[in-house]
């Protein structure tokens, strides 16, 4: 499978015959690890504690290999599992039993998430790493709407479109690279990502990133979110944003605590904040930008018309390199400049800067075509190397206590 069709990632992962995120747990140590890893993302991240999953119904659609599942079953849960991908299957089925929780593993169903019909209400409802590919969002909305009780939680991980600025330039460039140098493959990734990748702590293989992220068809802006779009079709949908992972709300207001804010009140707000957060979430830094609404839209616009640019160099299409050079350092400049954005300290803003730069330096390499040139520079570029934006958001929200649609 070459082309992306809204929802069946699942397809392209069954053809691929690969798990994009299998870690091979074995003891119960490792087990222990990946769990308090867990803990420390739902505690300090997304203000979820862990107690929340004690004798709770939950629901998790596309566990993949189960690794997070087996946390919930740690935690207490007794999980449904929808995935559709049934070679994985056995493996969660093993999992449960080699760690002692197959009395946790509910039922496995293999409804896609737009086209699962719950029997029963869940305490809590989890999709990690794919709904951005099932669209519109109103289709998979549906189904977690009829699923998750009155009070009940969702949590979401998915890519978000700012955000995917550098992963989508990490694709773009591996398909320029592959062209260059006779076809892009996990030869030529390697060539340009292997030194990157073993910057960073991992536990999934070099594979499958190169799989789920380079090679993946749905690593395009058409499958990415819209944070405040996301926040705001929830909320028509009985959904309350909770809390997310970069923050969205806006963590200075005030006001007396018992003043309610309504849903909308909320929505408002974080439609408000976000795009003074584009930069930040495009480049993975710290940055907020301060000025007047007609300076934010034109650094929103400046990100958008690199992701336009990304996205027709990753389909090949065109000779979008040296714009998107251009681009990158525009970008660099403005980031450089106090007026237009605020940074905590200077380290935080010559980072930026510097991975901007490094973007656009790699671009206009990219552009000139010289394939050890782009090689080396991508394996020892010390800004380049650092740079990974922050691609992926968490989002959690609660489903109203008078919302419409459940099915119990
Ligand atoms: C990137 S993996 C993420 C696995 C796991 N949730 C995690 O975050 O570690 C995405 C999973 O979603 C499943 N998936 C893809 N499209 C789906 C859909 N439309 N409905 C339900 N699951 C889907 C895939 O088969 C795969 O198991």
């Not at 596309?62 to 690794?67: C, I």
């Not at 309350?240 to 909308?264: C, I, N, V």
């Not at 650092?386 to 008078?402: E, I, K, M, N, S």
């Amino acid at each position: 499978m070459t082309k992306a069709e809204s929802g069946r990632m699942h397809a392209y992962y069954e053809a691929k015959g690969l798990s994009p995120t299998f870690g091979n747990l074995r003891t119960p140590e490792e087990l222990d690890r990946h769990v308090a890893m867990r803990e420390r993302i739902f505690i300090d991240k997304l203000n979820v504690v862990p107690q929340l999953f004690a004798g709770a119904r939950a629901l998790e659609f596309g566990p993949d290999t189960g690794e997070n599942a087996l946390v919930f079953a740690r935690w207490g849960a007794t999980v449904d599992l929808v995935e559709p991908n049934r070679q994985v299957w056995p493996q969660i089925e093993a999992y449960f039993r080699h760690f002692g929780l197959a009395d946790r593993l509910g039922t496995l169903d293999d409804s896609s998430i737009q086209q699962f019909r719950p029997s029963q209400t869940y305490d809590v409802a989890v999709a990690e790493g794919f709904i951005q590919t099932v669209q519109p969002s109103s289709t998979w909305i549906g189904t977690v709407a009829h699923a998750i009780a009155p009070g009940g939680m969702l949590i979401l991980f998915y890519y978000e479109r700012a955000s995917f600025l550098v992963e989508l330039f990490h694709r773009a460039a591996h398909r320029r690279f592959g062209h260059l140098v006779g076809g892009a493959g996990l030869d030529s990734a390697r060539r340009l990502y292997e030194a990157k990748w073993n910057t960073i702590p991992h536990v999934r293989r070099f594979e499958s990133w190169v799989m789920d992220v380079l090679d993946n068809p749905y690593s395009s802006i058409r499958y990415t979110l819209d944070a405040s779009q996301l926040v705001a079709e929830l909320a028509d949908a009985g959904f309350r944003f909770y809390q997310s992972w970069p923050r969205y709300r806006d963590e200075l207001r005030m006001g007396w605590h018992k003043a309610m804010e309504t849903t909308g009140a909320v929505v408002a707000e974080i439609r408000r904040q976000l795009p003074r957060l584009a930069v930040a979430h495009a480049t993975g830094r710290s940055l907020f930008a301060y000025g007047p609404d007609r300076e934010v839209a034109d650094l929103g616009a400046r990100i958008d018309r690199l992701l336009t640019g990304l996205e027709a160099a990753a389909d090949e299409k065109g000779e979008p390199w040296p714009e998107i050079a251009d681009g990158f350092a525009a970008l660099g400049r403005a980031v450089g400049d106090p007026a237009l954005l605020y940074a905590p300290d200077d380290a935080t803003r010559t980072e930026a800067r510097a991975s901007l730069d490094a973007l656009a330096a790699l671009s206009r390499l990219l552009a000139g075509g010289e394939a050890a040139a782009i090689a080396a520079f991508a394996s020892t570029d010390a800004a380049f190397l650092r740079t990974w934006g922050q691609p992926a958001h968490y989002a959690v929200f609660r489903r109203l206590p008078d919302a419409p649609g459940g099915t119990t």
